[in-house]
């Protein structure tokens, strides 16, 4: 079945660079996901990366996407502490295109 | 842009008791929404598969019995947990599929949190 894996923890100093990185199973996704969650709220769409695309940047967001190693990664430039939150990769499932299959989430803290 | 809103945000009700959540497409239609489940600490669990004007799919282990799933406009899913118990207690997200669109991208609702006591 589809599994989405994530670390769980990541800890930055206010203005390094994050980077948060996603394993994946399914080789036949379409749209992988950044998802960013701040306590006691829904999710928030970061950005979205199509599978035949290697990069995508976004202002201060750049997804890396390594399809043969199934790797998805989100670099966050200059973190600033209002970027502490939860990030979820998500991918969409194998018989759906809006079925989104959730990684455990990796808790950023951003330290002043 | 695309908002989805979700109603109540927190509840709190007695075991035994059923509760509405609703989830509503604010400025765009919707054929397809989705519920999930989140635990604390824990990530989302996708519930069910809302269809507009048909039955609602479920993901494996989800009672359909349980939690009822309804789809009647192309703006509102409704999920009621029937026969609340405090395990049933959770954040519950739903998303939305924007219908007009075809940009891979879902918009989810600020969540509700529903405790059973």
């Known amino acids: 079945g589809e599994d989405v894996e994530q670390s769980l923890f990541l800890s930055v100093r206010e203005g390094d660079s994050s980077v948060i990185n996603c394993t994946y199973t399914?080789?036949?996704?379409?749209?992988l996901y950044w998802y960013k969650q701040e306590p006691g709220a829904g999710l928030q769409l970061l950005t979205y990366?199509?599978?035949?695309?290697d990069m995508k940047q976004d202002q201060r967001l750049t997804v890396l996407l390594n399809k043969k190693d199934k790797h998805l990664s989100l670099r966050i430039a200059d973190t600033q502490t209002g970027d502490s939150a939860i990030y979820f990769c998500?991918?969409?499932?194998?018989?759906?295109?809006?079925?989104?299959?959730f990684g455990s989430g990796t808790r950023l803290l951003v330290r002043p | 842009g695309a908002v989805v809103s979700q109603h109540p945000s927190w509840v709190i009700c007695k075991s035994g008791t059923s509760v509405k959540i609703e989830c509503r497409s604010l400025?765009?239609?919707?054929?397809?929404m989705f519920w999930y489940r989140q635990f604390p600490k824990q990530s989302l669990m996708l519930m069910a598969t809302?269809?507009?004007?048909?039955?609602?799919?479920?993901e494996q282990g989800v009672e359909k019995d349980k939690f009822l799933i309804n789809h009647a406009s192309l703006t509102l899913s409704t999920l009621t947990v029937t026969s609340a118990h405090p395990e049933d207690s959770s954040f519950y997200i739903c998303?939305?599929?924007?219908?007009?669109?075809?940009?891979?991208?879902?918009?989810f609702g600020e969540g509700s949190r529903l405790t059973v006591l």
């Open positions: 998303s939305a599929q924007n219908s007009g669109k075809n940009t891979g991208e879902l918009f």
């Open positions: 399914d080789s036949s996704s379409t749209y």
């Open positions: 990366i199509f599978s035949n695309m």
């Open positions: 998500a991918e969409n499932g194998e018989d759906s295109s809006y079925k989104l299959i």
């Open positions: 400025d765009f239609q919707a054929t397809t």
């Open positions: 809302s269809n507009e004007g048909s039955k609602a799919t479920y």
